[in-house]
């Protein structure tokens, strides 16, 4: 007698991922913004008004990265279907 298992991913374990892999991107903008703003916010010479207003940059840098284009797809091992970045593909139903 063959026994099978079910390999199916626990409810919300994709959402659960996916608040994960939000928050490292998050962290990594962070990341990415401090260093720019450490090498380049206080250039009192060049830009002597608001170089110190780190939470208005933030939110500029916020802005500036939402309005970038998105992924347009990533085809996945045995699928080759353009998917768009963090959603289930039509074809296959794995999340690309």
Same mark, same amino acid.
């Given at each position: 007698?063959?026994? #099978?298992?079910? *390999? &199916?991913?626990?409810?919300?374990? &994709? =959402?659960?991922? =996916?608040?994960?892999? !939000?928050?490292?991107?998050?962290? *990594? ?30 939110? !500029?840098?916020?802005?500036? =990265?939402?309005?970038? #284009? ?24 794995? *999340?690309?």
């Amino acid at each position: 007698m063959t026994e #099978t298992t079910n *390999q &199916t991913k626990p409810a919300g374990a &994709t =959402s659960e991922l =996916s608040a994960v892999l !939000a928050d490292m991107l998050e962290q *990594q903008e962070r990341k990415e913004f401090e260093q720019w703003y450490v090498e380049n916010a206080f250039d009192y010479v060049r830009d002597p008004i608001g170089s110190k207003l780190c939470a208005d940059q933030w939110a !500029a840098w916020k802005a500036r =990265s939402a309005m970038q #284009t998105r992924c347009r797809g990533v085809a996945r091992h045995g699928c080759d279907y353009m998917a768009p970045c963090g959603t289930v593909c039509d074809k296959c139903g794995n *999340q690309h």
